[in-house]
């Protein structure tokens, strides 16, 4: 009997941890589900009761809604469609659709706005990593979508998970950041 419940706890154990992977078709699109409102009402256009209504937060509303359409397309280096985007594809895209021109790249695009500590950054804000050890300059660029108790979410391309909402406070990101700037 002894044996019996040793076995069977292991049993339990090795298949919590355990999970089958789905393979991705290449037919089949992927599907990432984020929200573009994290609250459960639909007031998302009203202003804070912390911060007046001003067109800034309109423009980076607008330009945020554009950037989480493409939520779940798949990852493409040089791509700018839904069939595949980068980082800094997805914001070329996102700011053009409000008749805001931004460079192609996000070395490029870390060179345009104002320098903005991290503490000051509001939605619409842009925010730059180095992704790699090897890479001497930026290489990977997000949208500040929210700031909500000290917690920074950004909307950006992953190379593994396509187009995401992601936080500041996972240590991939927070130990790649370089520098935050304003467009807007």
């Not at 298949?15 to 409102?37: D, L, Q, T, W």
Request: glycine residues 6%; contains cysteine.
């Amino acid at each position: 009997m002894r044996k019996l419940l040793y076995l069977l706890s292991i049993l339990l154990i090795v298949s919590c941890g355990s999970s089958k992977k789905r393979k991705a078709r290449a037919n089949e699109p992927r599907r990432v589900s984020v929200s573009a409102n994290s609250d459960k009402n639909d007031d998302n256009n009203l202003p804070s009761p912390k911060k007046p209504f001003s067109k800034k937060n309109s423009v980076a509303d607008d330009i945020i809604k554009s950037a989480l359409r493409y939520s779940g397309v798949r990852y493409k280096f040089g791509g700018t469609t839904k069939k595949g985007m980068d980082c800094s594809g997805l914001l070329y895209v996102a700011f053009g659709e409000n008749d805001i021109k931004l460079p192609r790249t996000s070395y490029h695009m870390a060179e345009e706005g104002q320098n903005i500590k991290i503490r000051e950054v509001e939605k619409g804000d842009l925010l730059f990593f180095r992704t790699s050890r090897r890479a001497k300059r930026i290489n990977h660029v997000g949208m500040v979508v929210a700031v909500e108790n000290d917690e920074i979410k950004f909307v950006h391309a992953s190379s593994s998970r396509g187009v995401i909402v992601s936080s500041l406070r996972e240590g991939y990101w927070n130990s790649a950041f370089v520098k935050a700037t304003r467009i807007l």
